[in-house]
């Protein structure tokens, strides 16, 4: 079984497998396992996240013994990180928002031709 939730990077939230990070808004995932990659948007994980939290929450009340501890502790802890991941794409803005389609484009790096003086003896 591997290392749960994080890697040394706080950037990147990793569930088995799956690895999550945030960028340009939006929350990419990648599987180890096949390499497949996708692309949510921020209101799907949180949804999802919901949906894991509550699970959790059933599992506790209602049939104890279904999960173990540590097992709760580790999808607890990547709920937590996932909200920070969240919050942090938020932060960088919607990709469908023009301000940020503009600094998209002001961010990128930029290739300028310089020609030599060289060439021209």
């Known amino acids: ?6 890697i040394g990077n706080k950037d990147v939230v990793n569930l088995g497998p799956l690895k999550y990070w945030a960028e340009r808004g939006l929350i990419h995932c990648e599987d180890s396992r096949d390499s497949s990659y996708e692309t949510v948007d921020v209101k799907i994980v949180l949804e999802r996240i919901k949906a894991l939290n509550d699970m959790i929450g059933n599992t506790k009340r209602k049939v104890p013994g279904l999960m173990h501890a540590d097992e709760i502790r ?3 802890n990547f709920i ?3 909200v920070q991941l969240c919050r942090k794409a938020r932060n960088q803005g919607s990709p469908d928002n023009p301000d940020a389609i503009k600094d998209a ?3 990128r790096p930029a290739t300028v031709v310089v020609p030599s003086a ?3 003896f």
């Open 74 to 76: 580790k999808h607890q």
């Open 80 to 82: 937590d990180d996932m």
């Open 118 to 120: 060289a060439s021209q």
């Open 1 to 6: 079984m591997s290392v749960p939730y994080l």
């Open 105 to 107: 484009k002001r961010r």
